[in-house]
C-alpha cells in the first residue's frame, strides 16, 4: 500500500484532519465577514496545529500577517487596527488568547521577508520564523490568492539562481529549513532551565512537530530532487505528514513501510500528551519520562532512516551534515 493511503486510513489523524478542515471553515467565514480584511491587501495564515492540521482539543490559533505593501509605505496605526481586529475576531471564536503575549502577532512586510533572507536582521525581527512557518507549516486564512502570491514569491526567491544552474540543487532552501531546526534547538536551549516556562511540553514539541515541520519538509525536496519554484511550491499545499508521505513515496521503496503506522500511531501518541493539561508533571515520573524518551527515538529513527535511504543520492545526504 502508498504511503498516503496509510495516512489517510490512519482513523485518529484523519479525524483532527477533518476537525481542523471545519473549523478554519469557521475561522476563514469570520474573516470574511470583516471589512479591515476585505480591503486591506494583506493575507492572513495560521501556524501550529491548525497549518498542520493536526489540532486537538486545546489548540489555540497561531496567525500571522503578510501586507503587500513595504513597512514604510503604511501607518502604524493601520497595522494596530489589524491586529485589534484579529485578537477581537479570536475572541469571538473563544479560542485561547494569542500565545506568547502575542510574539509574533505584528504585520510583516513581503519585501522584508524576501530582502532580509539571510541577513542579520532576518532573525532580529522574527522575519525568519514568520518566513518559515509559512513555508513548512502554513494554511490561508483570508486573501487566499494573495497568500498565494507571497508563497511564490517566497519560493521564487531561494530558486533566483535557476537559470544559471542546471541540474539546479536546491542547497539555498535546505539550508535555510536546516538553519531554522537549528534555531529551535538553540531556542529550547535558553528555556530548559527557567522553571517559569513549560519546558517539558516544548520537549515533546521539538522531538516531534517541530521535527516532522523540518524534515518531512526536507525529505520530498531531497527524494526527488526539487527543480523549480513551482515544484516547492506544491509541496507547500501538503500538510508536514503529507509531505513526509510524498517523500517515502518518491523513495519508490517499499522498505520503510511496516513502521510507518508505527511512526503514524507514535505522532498520535505525541498529539496525546500535548492535549494533556498536566503532561508537565507526569513528565517528571520516571516511567512516564521513559516511555516518552523510547517513544520519541523511535520517532526520530523512522526520520533519520529515511533521509538516510540508499534512494537518496549521496551529495545530499552529504548536504545534511556538511
Known sequence: MEYDQLLSGHLKLATRKDLANKNLAKIQSAFLKSEIFRKKLISVFAAGSFGRKDIGSNSDLDLFVVAEYADKDRSRLDDLEVLAEIIEINRDLKYPPISNDGEFLKVYSIEEMKRTLGDRKDDSENLFTARMLM?????????????????????????????????????????????????????????RNNTERPWRKRNINLKFSRMLTVFGSVLPIIANPVQSAEQFVSITRLTPLERFATGLQNLKNNDLNDGFNQFLNDYE???????????????????????????????????????THPSIPAEYQRYLII
Open 269 to 307: 501518541t505525541f498529539l496525546q500528551w500535548k492535549e494533556n493539561e498536566n503532561v508537565e508533571k507526569e513528565m517528571k515520573d520516571e516511567a512516564i519520562k521513559k516511555e516518552s524518551r523510547l517513544v520519541a527515538n523511535r520517532f526520530s529513527y523512522y526520520i533519520y532512516k529515511a533521509l
Open 135 to 191: 513555508l513548512l507549516e502554513s494554511t490561508p486564512i483570508c486573501n487566499e490568492n494573495l497568500y498565494d502570491k507571497h508563497m511564490s514569491a517566497i519560493a521564487e526567491h531561494y530558486f533566483r539562481d535557476y537559470a544559471d544552474h542546471k541540474p539546479f540543487k536546491p542547497l539555498f532552501l535546505v539550508n535555510d529549513i536546516l538553519r531554522y531546526w537549528r534555531t529551535l534547538c538553540l531556542n529550547y536551549e535558553g528555556i
